[in-house]
Every structure is written in structure tokens, then in C-alpha cells.
């Protein structure tokens, strides 16, 4: 019954939604990569027809643990 609704990517603004994969964790999708206004719950992350945020984010690396040095 719930719909996920889009965010703003803390980082670079862009619309996205976060989805559950198959290993149950959540990821940060494109919103463009998903019909509609809103996903279901229920709906699993694709890799096929969605598009995670991690592949075009330009600011992923903050995302991610800091690996300087
Ligand atoms: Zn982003």
C-alpha cells in the first residue's frame, strides 16, 4: 500500500527514490529511471529497467567511505 516518493540526492540535487534490492539493502535510484510518480514498497531495484543514482551521481565518491591516501 505505500508508494515510495522521490528525494533530492543530498548531494547533487538530482530526483531520486531508494529501492530494495534482492540482499534487501537500499540503494538511491534515478527518479527518470522510474515510470511514474512513485514506485511500490514492494517493488524490487532492477538493474534492467532502473538506474541507480551510485552509476550517474557525479558526487558518488561522497556517498561512499572516504578512501584518501
Ligand atoms: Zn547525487
Redesign the pocket.
Known sequence: MTTTTPVA??????K?IFMRTNSGKYI?VNFDSVVGSGIPSYEIFNSKKHTS?FAT????ATHRKKREN
Do not use: R
Open positions: 540526492c543530498k548531494s547533487c540535487g538530482a531520486i538511491p543514482h551521481c557525479p558526487y558518488v
